[in-house]
């Protein structure tokens, strides 16, 4: 089963970022029945924490319990020259090209034991060598399509109107602007944007790694999170404080321990599910969910889905015979203790091709093919 949701971790060597990817991948893939997977040295899927599938696999006594998964690919071999094949070069960049969101892990911590390859400390100094070797990247896919756009554009008005755009691209991109930032012209020159798949087109969510002793303030008193917060804020982003080296700690502790653990560094949740958080806000996801003696188990949509769209999730038949959906919200199912007891409460909705499906919706549908 492929994820939902695919996430790049990016930075420069050093910075914790394999640390993170790491311990990212072994605690997201204990914390539930998914077995981790390592389709590629570099690739590790990990379950979505979900209380709410617990509470209802139990009350159903589900046979199975099924979290919503998020797919981490750990992109390595980046330093500066990296688009001009420096490190591993290119090798990362058509990794990257995938994935729906980037996690760039950024150093905010000191430590003489840990060499810098740049000397010092710098994390806008590092954001801004990353974001130029992915801009070079992106100069590089633009070339290649201008050089055929401008051939196609001698005989063709619509080819003509894309090599105008390429060329306003390049030209924001060698400014050392994010494709991102460039607006569209209008609703062609937008499906444009996303066709190309610029590495500076996706959203970027920063991972401030901190020293242990920032965790418990979120980074607060850390001069350096605060730059990068600024910046993340200018361009639209999320940021979020860890300490990959607790995280690691933390990914070899059983559930109760790590409870414990995060209890006493003054911590609410890990590093792991405040990356999800970011995540799903980021990409404007949710999740609704199914729940029986056979299977309990999250899906991933995006906000607004409506119910026929989110019955496809589960199988195409679904979409395309959609009769009705019953709906009930999680906690008030998990209150009455049945389905039964539920509906006799009035409290499950019977919804047509027209519903927004809501977080935390229990759903049953009815289709007929």
């Not at 990212?24 to 204990?30: F, H, N, P, V």
């Amino acid at each position: 089963m492929l994820s939902e949701m695919k996430l790049g971790i990016i930075g420069l060597p050093n910075v914790g970022k394999s640390t993170l990817f790491n311990s990212l991948t072994k605690a997201g893939a204990e914390s539930a029945n998914y077995p981790f997977c390592t389709i590629d040295p570099n690739i590790g899927i990990v379950s979505v924490p979900d209380e709410r599938l617990k509470l209802l696999g139990d009350m159903y006594q589900s046979k199975k319990v099924t979290p919503a998964v998020i797919e981490f690919v750990d992109i390595a071999g980046l330093v500066k020259g990296a688009s001009k094949g420096e490190g591993l070069g290119n090798q990362f960049l058509s990794n990257i090209r995938e994935v729906d969101a980037i996690v760039h892990v950024v150093r905010c911590f000191e430590d003489d034991n840990v060499v810098h390859v740049d000397g010092s400390v710098n994390p806008l100094r590092d954001i801004e060598t990353i974001n130029l070797e992915l801009i070079f990247s992106d100069l590089e896919v633009l070339e290649r399509r201008i050089s055929k756009a401008a051939k196609a554009a001698r005989m063709d008005k619509t080819c003509a109107k894309e090599l105008a755009l390429l060329e306003r691209l390049k030209e924001h991109l060698e400014s050392g602007s994010p494709a991102k930032t460039m607006e569209a012209g209008d609703e062609d020159e937008s499906l444009l944007l996303k066709e190309y798949n610029l590495l500076t087109g996706k959203p970027v969510i920063y991972a401030a790694n901190v020293a242990e002793e920032d965790l418990a303030d979120d980074g607060a008193s850390n001069a350096k999170v605060s730059e990068v917060r600024e910046f993340a804020e200018k361009e639209g982003g999320e940021v979020f404080v860890i300490c990959a080296q607790i995280e690691q700690e933390i990914s070899e502790l059983d559930e109760d321990e790590k409870a414990m653990f995060l209890e006493d560094l003054g911590l609410k949740e890990s590093g792991l599910e405040k990356l999800i958080k970011a995540s799903y806000r980021t990409l404007g996801l949710m999740s609704f969910l199914t729940a029986g003696e056979d299977e309990t188990r999250a899906w991933t949509i995006k906000i607004g889905t409506k119910a026929p769209q989110a019955a496809g999730k589960i199988h195409s038949d679904f979409e395309r015979g959609f009769i009705k959906a019953e709906v009930v919200n999680y906690r008030d199912l998990l209150e009455q203790g049945s389905l039964a007891a539920a509906r006799e409460k009035g409290l499950v909705g019977i919804e047509g091709k027209d519903y927004v499906v809501r977080d935390g919706d229990v759903i049953l549908f009815r289709f007929n093919v």
